[in-house]
């Protein structure tokens, strides 16, 4: 990435019927931020501790400085000359968070980086949101799959478009609220809402038959692990009190689907 002065940043919110306790909670804790963001996380707690997170060795992990803490109202943290700014305010039941991520330089890799920031907010801080409105208290469980194919963002879409995730739907004009059937290999037709969209290149789904299981579908370059060009395809799925073995034919079902639409293409990510 160019050596420039950070100059930019970009702001994500959202309302949550929570009290400010309950959403810092969510924020400052180890277990609460396993139950919506990174798969593993620990927090050491106040100034000048730390926030560590992981979604798989393989994928991506490390530690963010916490440089202000102010329970439940504000807390910063700062990874490099990355800096993340976590602001709450409630009232009359509902709290609004609100993220102002900063340190983005200029450049053709930064404003990459800053559209994939600002999407992958909308989406995670829809899945805060669900987590506590709808599984308040609930660990949570991840399947995941991914594909990691050729670098052409575009086609790689397009081709889910063409192979049919969503055979009566088109998901080119998904908007928020929007109801569809998901197809699933070897699991059938899954109705699902739209809860964030992006689509068709990042879409985040509630699938009721699944016990509200928060899903997302992204097409985005890989996070780490990658020296080449590449794009992966993912399928994931945060479940809540969903049994192990519905978990695991989902996973078997997201993995099928994935190389039917990719039609072979590219090769699985071992996570």
């Given at each position: 990435m160019t050596?420039?002065?950070?100059?930019?940043?970009?702001?994500?919110?959202?309302?949550i019927s929570a009290t400010p306790e309950r959403v810092w909670e969510m924020l400052s804790t180890g277990e609460g931020l396993s139950r919506w963001f990174p798969i593993e996380a620990r927090v050491t707690p106040g100034e000048g501790g730390e926030v560590w997170f992981s979604w798989g060795?393989?994928?991506?992990?490390?530690?963010?400085?916490?440089?202000?803490?102010?329970p439940p109202?504000?807390?910063v943290t700062q990874w490099g000359q990355m800096q993340d700014e976590?602001?709450?305010?409630?009232?009359?039941?509902?709290?609004?968070?609100?993220?102002?991520?900063?340190g983005f330089g200029e450049?053709?890799?930064?404003d990459a980086m800053l559209d994939s920031v600002s999407t992958g907010w909308s989406f995670e801080l829809g899945g805060l949101k669900h987590a506590i409105e709808n599984h308040a208290g609930r660990d949570r469980d991840v399947v995941r799959t991914v594909r990691r194919c050729e670098?052409?963002?575009?086609?790689?879409?397009?081709r889910v478009l063409d192979h049919g995730i969503a055979p009566d739907a088109d998901l080119r004009t998904l908007m928020v609220g929007d109801t569809f059937e998901l197809e699933l290999d070897?699991?059938?037709?899954?109705?699902v809402r739209a809860a964030v969209s992006h689509a068709p290149k990042d879409m985040g789904l509630v699938a009721p038959s699944l016990n509200d299981a928060y899903i997302r579908v992204m097409i985005e370059p890989p996070c780490a692990g990658s020296d080449e060009p590449a794009i992966d395809v993912t399928f994931w799925a945060s479940t809540y009190a969903l049994d192990a073995g519905t978990r695991s034919k989902l996973?078997?079902?997201?993995?099928?689907?994935?190389?039917?639409?990719?039609?072979?293409?590219?090769?699985?990510?071992v996570l």
């Open positions: 050596d420039t002065k950070p100059t930019r940043s970009i702001t994500s919110s959202i309302d060795e393989k994928v991506m992990e490390g530690s963010s400085k916490i440089v202000s803490w102010e109202r504000r807390l976590f602001m709450i305010e409630g009232k009359g039941g509902v709290s609004t968070l609100t993220i102002v991520s900063s450049g053709d890799e930064w670098p052409d963002k575009d086609a790689i879409a397009q070897g699991v059938g037709r899954v109705p996973g078997d079902a997201m993995a099928r689907t994935i190389e039917r639409v990719l039609d072979g293409k590219g090769v699985p990510v």
